[in-house]
Nanobody, 122 residues
Framework: QVQLVESGGGLVQPGGSLRLSCTAS????????IGWVRQVPGKERERILC????????VYSDSVKGRFTISRDIAKTMVYLQMNRVETEDTAIYYC???????????????WGQGTQVTVST
């Protein structure tokens, strides 16, 4: 059974940093592209970043360019979303997701974590 689990969300002040983590079970995380998607209640989900099996990064959202990065740990058992210089507009539920493909594409994700809330506020 494919499962993804996010962690690391919380409250952060504007201009601060936060790192989200994504772990998986039921498949080998290292072998597939993993994406991060965020959603503000009442709005559509926004695909923001993806990392391919080989480590190539695709940035889908201009709003996070230069501030957010995606990476894998050395053991390739986790995928991180490093959020720097956060803004109030970054407040959302953040999901990691995969379609069990090796490349980052526009294909809809088939598997999602439960999400982790990030709130940017003073």
């Amino acid at each position: 059974q494919v499962q993804l689990v996010e962690s690391g969300g919380g409250l952060v002040q504007p201009g601060g940093s936060l790192r989200l983590s994504c772990t998986a079970s039921g498949f080998t995380l290292a072998n597939y592209a993993i994406g991060w998607v965020r959603q503000v209640p009442g709005k559509e989900r926004e695909r923001i970043l993806c990392i391919s099996r080989s480590g190539g990064v695709t940035v889908y959202s201009d709003s996070v360019k230069g501030r957010f990065t995606i990476s894998r740990d050395i053991a390739k058992t986790m995928v991180y979303l490093q959020m720097n210089r956060v803004e109030t507009e970054d407040t959302a539920i953040y999901y990691c997701a995969t379609s069990l493909q090796t490349l980052c594409t526009q294909r809809a994700y088939d598997y999602w974590g439960q999400g982790t809330q990030v709130t940017v506020s003073t």
